[in-house]
C-alpha cells in the first residue's frame, strides 16, 4: 500500500499570501491518479483538484495542482479568507482503491 | 447529484452498524460507482469499499472481513452492513460518488459512535 505523507502538518498564512502544500508518496505513482480536497469544519470534504492538474468544477484558478513521481504540490496562488481549512491529498490505487494523507491545516496568521 | 446518509448514530459493541445512502438529481445505477468513506480522528479518512449500480462490490482489504456494500436501485439508494463493530469503529461515515480516479460528491456525514 502506497503511503501519502503531507507537510508541513499546519501552514500559518495571511490573506494575499501563496500557500504551497505538500504530498509525498512512499513509492513513484501515476500522475494522473493523484486529488486534493479541502475540508472545512463540519463540513464534508470538496473535490478540488483530480488527475493531479484537473480543477475539479466550481473550482478558481487560484488553485493548481503539480508534480510528478513521488512529490506533489498544492499551490493556492492568492489566500482568500474562505480558503483557511484542512487540505487532503488522495491516490487512486489498486487495493485500497483509495488512500489519502493525512491532511494539512491552513490557518490564518 | 445530491447524496445524504441515514442510520443510527449509536451502535452497541459488537454489534451492527447499518448505513443508507440516498441518491437524488441522478441514477445510481447508469454508470457510476458509488464508495463509503469514514473519518475518525486516530485514522483520517479512510475508503470502506465501493458498489456499482450493478451490485459489483470492492472492499479494503482492512476491512473486507466485517462489510457489506449493497445497492437498492429501485429506491436509488446504496447502503453500508460493518459488523462485530468496537470503539475504533466510531467515525464520520460519509457516502460519495467516485468520478474520475477521486470522489466527486459527498454527502454531508453521520457520525456513529460505537458505545455501551
Known amino acids: 500500500e502506497v503511503v501519502l505523507t503531507q507537510s508541513p502538518g499546519t501552514l500559518s498564512l495571511s490573506p494575499g499570501e501563496r500557500a504551497t502544500l505538500s504530498c509525498r508518496a512512499s513509492q513513484n505513482v501515476n500522475s494522473n491518479y493523484l486529488a486534493w480536497y479541502q475540508q472545512k469544519p463540519g463540513q464534508a470534504p470538496r473535490l478540488l483538484i483530480y488527475?493531479?492538474?484537473t480543477r475539479a468544477i466550481g473550482i478558481p484558478d487560484r488553485f493548481s495542482g503539480s508534480g510528478s513521481g513521488t512529490d506533489f504540490t498544492l499551490t493556492i496562488s492568492r489566500l482568500e479568507p474562505e480558503d483557511f481549512a484542512v487540505y487532503y491529498c488522495q491516490l487512486y490505487d489498486t487495493s485500497p482503491l483509495y488512500t489519502f494523507g493525512q491532511g494539512t491545516k491552513l490557518e490564518i496568521k | 447529484v445530491q447524496l445524504q446518509e441515514s442510520g443510527p448514530g449509536l451502535v452497541r459493541p459488537s454489534g451492527t452498524l447499518s448505513l443508507t445512502c440516498d441518491v437524488s438529481g441522478g441514477s445510481i445505477g447508469i454508470s457510476n460507482w458509488w464508495s463509503w468513506i469514514r473519518q475518525s480522528p486516530g485514522k483520517g479518512l479512510e475508503w470502506i469499499g465501493e458498489?456499482?449500480?450493478?451490485?459489483?462490490?470492492s472492499y479494503n482489504p482492512s476491512l473486507k472481513s466485517r462489510v457489506t456494500i449493497s445497492v437498492d436501485n429501485s429506491k436509488n439508494r446504496f447502503s453500508l452492513e460493518l459488523t462485530s463493530v468496537t470503539a475504533a469503529d466510531t467515525a464520520v461515515y460519509f457516502c460519495?460518488?467516485?468520478?474520475?480516479?477521486?470522489?466527486?460528491?459527498w454527502g454531508h456525514g453521520i457520525l456513529v459512535t460505537v458505545s455501551s
Open positions: 460519495t460518488r467516485n468520478g474520475q480516479v477521486s470522489l466527486d460528491s
Open positions: 488527475a493531479a492538474f
Open positions: 458498489i456499482h449500480g450493478s451490485g459489483r462490490a
